[in-house]
T-cell receptor
Framework: RKEVEQDPGPFNVPEGATVAFNCTYS??????FFWYRQDCRKEPKLLMS???SGNEDGRFTAQLNRASQYISLLIRDSKLSDSATYLC????????????FGTGTRLQVTL | EPEVTQTPSHQVTQMGQEVILRCVPI?????FYWYRQILGQKVEFLVS????????KSEIFDDQFSVERPDGSNFTLKIRSTKLEDSAMYFC????????????FGPGTRLLVL
């Protein structure tokens, strides 16, 4: 089983749509969880951390379900500029330890 | 916002040659990392470095690879004898305690081994 699994997509959505991405992780001892965004041929950039209580940052909402080992990202009111690959990332032993990446889910927002 | 920088942005080399990829982490960070991403694949961890020594390495990071912090600012990745399969984007990252406790990535070095 892959350490971090994501649907690769692509998800093609019109501007203004709401889109949700899911991710599962295999290591039940994982401690920290993130969503990163990666534009084509660029470095990964932190979008948001994910907490058990759920957290929101503007149009973005992230949820963590430790029991199901499941992480989600919801994007409301999609913009053209949201087009990118969204990477689900976990660490096993804390925020300073290595990041384990999923393969990413590609989002294409269209007019 | 402070950033991680990497040089060169692109490197083309012949198989069997040595390459050194350079990184300048964020100045007050203490943890440093190298990751790589083969085209079309996921980002993979290579090595982490703390307190002037390797703290963790992956199975990818074999004897052909080494890291060094030669002075107070640079962090380098050396590949001794490059193989075709080393062709990838190499990202340096650094981590420090602060408002956003996560690793910051440099823009990457695209390595092509011919």
């Amino acid at each position: 089983r892959k350490e971090v699994e994501q649907d690769p997509g692509p998800f093609n959505v019109p501007e203004g749509a709401t889109v949700a991405f899911n991710c599962t992780y295999s290591n039940s001892a994982s401690q920290s969880f993130f969503w990163y965004r990666q534009d084509c041929r660029k470095e990964p950039k932190l979008l948001m951390s994910v907490y058990s209580s759920g957290n929101e940052d503007g149009r973005f909402t992230a949820q963590l379900n430790r029991a199901s080992q499941y992480i989600s990202l919801l994007i409301r009111d999609s913009k053209l500029s949201d087009s990118a690959t969204y990477l689900c990332v976990v660490t096993a032993t804390g925020t300073a330890s290595k990041l384990t990446f999923g393969t990413g889910t590609r989002l294409q927002v269209t007019l | 916002e402070p950033e991680v920088t990497q040089t060169p942005s692109h490197q083309v080399t012949q198989m069997g040659q040595e390459v050194i990829l350079r990184c300048v982490p964020i100045s007050n960070h203490l943890y440093f990392y190298w990751y790589r991403q083969i085209l079309g694949q996921k980002v993979e961890f290579l090595v982490s470095f703390y307190n002037n020594e390797i703290s963790e390495k992956s199975e990818i990071f074999d004897d052909q690879f080494s890291v060094e912090r030669p002075d107070g600012s640079n962090f380098t990745l050396k590949i001794r004898s490059t193989k075709l399969e080393d062709s990838a984007m190499y990202f340096c990252a650094s981590f420090g305690r602060g408002a956003r406790e996560t690793q910051y990535f440099g823009p990457g070095t695209r390595l092509l081994v011919l």
